[in-house]
T-cell receptor
Framework: GIQVEQSPPDLILQEGANSTLRCNFS?????LQWFHQNPWGQLINLFY???GTKQNGRLSATTVATERYSLLYISSSQTTDSGVYFC???????????FGSGTKLNVKP | SAVISQKPSRDICQRGTSLTIQCQVD?????MFWYRQQPGQSLTLIAT?????????ESGFVIDKFPISRPNLTFSTLTVSNMSPEDSSIYLC?????????????FGPGTRLTVT
């Protein structure tokens, strides 16, 4: 399978701060998604981003497929951003996703 | 996208019993998956639920322990059999909607299982 590594594993921020989360993967992929798991366990789709850059409000993501990594940027963090952020990749024709171990974010007021 | 519901949302079960979890989608989907998330851990794929045929299980998961059904393109069940406390986890259903690209995965709200 594909190895997916996320860093940092834990992150504590003061409200209003910015952060960058990283996802490295061990093989070429044709699909990459970022998810936010809220404290109630629900997984929310943030980005479908196999390559390039996307922005959605205070969040943006960049994937450099040739170098096998993706970055998730959170600006002006809020307490509601707390939770675990997962990166998941899928290799063409495998039809299944491999998840990283996640980054646990705690935003303090 | 897709709207996914799971039943039950949570349950507390005794060891040795079985629990069946249902996953219902509001539209036909290409792929359906079942994941397990143990406390404080990432998601682990249990199996791909195949419509009209046996599920495809990942290494470490067997049909006798986790039988799966998928009678149509909008519904699937996962049974956790002969449960032990080690089966205490969140079980999540996910889908990839039909219609080609993007191959984007969506998750149900999960079933939080505690085995005593």
């Amino acid at each position: 399978g594909i190895q997916v590594e996320q860093s940092p594993p834990d992150l504590i921020l003061q409200e209003g701060a910015n952060s960058t989360l990283r996802c490295n993967f061990s093989d070429s992929v044709n699909n990459l998604q970022w998810f936010h798991q809220n404290p109630w366990g629900q997984l929310i789709n943030l980005f479908y981003i196999p390559s390039g850059t996307k922005q959605n409000g205070r969040l943006s993501a960049t994937t450099v497929a040739t170098e096998r990594y993706s970055l998730l940027y959170i600006s002006s963090s809020q307490t509601t951003d707390s939770g675990v952020y997962f990166c998941a990749v899928e290799k063409y024709n495998f039809n299944k996703f491999y998840f990283g171990s996640g980054t646990k974010l705690n935003v303090k007021p | 996208s897709a709207v996914i519901s799971q039943k039950p949302s949570r349950d507390i079960c005794q060891r040795g019993t079985s629990l069946t979890i249902q996953c219902q989608v509001d539209s036909q989907v290409t792929m359906m998956f079942w994941y397990r998330q143990q406390p404080g851990q990432s998601l682990t794929l249990i199996a791909t639920a195949n419509q009209g045929s046996e599920a495809t299980y990942e290494s470490g998961f067997v049909i006798d322990k986790f039988p799966i059904s998928r009678p149509n393109l909008t519904f699937s069940t996962l049974t956790v059999s002969n449960m032990s406390p080690e089966d205490s986890s969140i079980y999540l259903c996910s889908v990839v909607p039909s219609g080609g690209l993007p191959y984007e995965q969506y998750f149900g709200p999960g079933t939080r299982l505690t085995v005593t």
